[in-house]
């Protein structure tokens, strides 16, 4: 099993800035991806930023240039720098782990963004 736990969400006026942060621990071996996703009210669950295993990251073409994907690999964390916020950014973040060996995806309980104009 593996659990991830976030941080860092919160309440932020346009322009502004938030990191959040996701701690993997567990059974964690071998490859994964590891990355964020997001889920607006009334929208599905869509990708973000996916860091894979031993690749580059993966972004949405929406937060391209605004938002940093990074991981720390002996640490398993996994970050998510989010500058020049948009109302549309707006939404409750997930951490998820895609372990390659298992084909098992884990999720976070999630943390709320919330963007004021």
């Known amino acids: 099993q593996v659990q991830l736990a976030e941080s860092g969400g919160g309440l932020v006026q346009a322009g502004g800035s938030l990191t959040l942060a996701c701690a993997a621990s567990?059974?964690?071996?071998?490859?994964?991806?590891m990355g964020w996703y997001r889920q607006a009210p009334g929208k599905e669950r869509d990708m973000v930023a996916v860091?894979?295993?031993?690749?580059?990251?993966n972004y949405v073409d929406s937060v391209k240039g605004r938002f940093t994907c990074s991981r720390d690999n002996a640490k398993n964390v996994v970050y998510l720098q989010m500058n020049t916020l948009k109302s549309e950014d707006t939404a409750v973040y997930y951490c998820n782990l895609l372990d390659y060996n298992t084909g098992r995806r884990y999720w976070g309980q999630g943390t709320q963004v919330t963007v004021s104009s």
């Open positions: 860091f894979t295993s031993g690749g580059p990251v």
């Open positions: 567990g059974s964690i071996f071998g490859r994964n991806a």
